[in-house]
C-alpha cells in the first residue's frame, strides 16, 4: 500500500560524494517525518538524518558537517548529500517514513522502510 524507493548508492573513494534519493507512493494521507539510516556489516541499523513535517531536522553526530538532508515531506520526498565521505560510511542505506495513509476505508499509521541502497566508500 505504501512503497518507498530508494536511489543512488554506489562505489565512490574516500573524499568523495553521494546523493540518495527517496519517494513514497501510495496512498499516503499524510507524513509526519522522513529519513534515512544506515546499516553496516555487523552492526544495528543507526538513524542517520530525519527531517519532520515542521522542517526540524536532526543528524547522527558522525556525519554532521558532512551530510545534508532536504527534501518535500508534502511531496513525499527526501534527499540526502553526503560529502567528504569516509569508509565508516560504507553501509546499506535505508529510507524510512512515519506516515498515515488510506487502507480500503481506514486510515492507517505506518514505519515504512525502503529495500536499502548499497554505498560503499574506498579507501
Known amino acids: 500500500q505504501v512503497q518507498l524507493v530508494e536511489s543512488g548508492g554506489g562505489l565512490v573513494q574516500a573524499g568523495g560524494s553521494l546523493r540518495l534519493s527517496c519517494a513514497a507512493s501510495g496512498r499516503i494521507l499524510g507524513v509526519n517525518t522522513m529519513g534515512w539510516y544506515r546499516q553496516s556489516s555487523g552492526n544495528e541499523r543507526e538513524l542517520v538524518a530525519r527531517?519532520?513535517?515542521?522542517?526540524?531536522?536532526t543528524y547522527s553526530d558522525s556525519v554532521k558537517g558532512r551530510f545534508t538532508i532536504s527534501g518535500d515531506i508534502a511531496k513525499n520526498t527526501v534527499y540526502l548529500q553526503m560529502n567528504s565521505l569516509k569508509p565508516e560510511d560504507t553501509a546499506v542505506y535505508y529510507c524510512n517514513a512515519v506516515l498515515t495513509f488510506y487502507s480500503g476505508f481506514s486510515i492507517r499509521a505506518a514505519d515504512s522502510w525502503g529495500k536499502g541502497t548499497l554505498v560503499t566508500v574506498s579507501s
Open positions: 527531517i519532520d513535517s515542521g522542517d526540524y531536522i
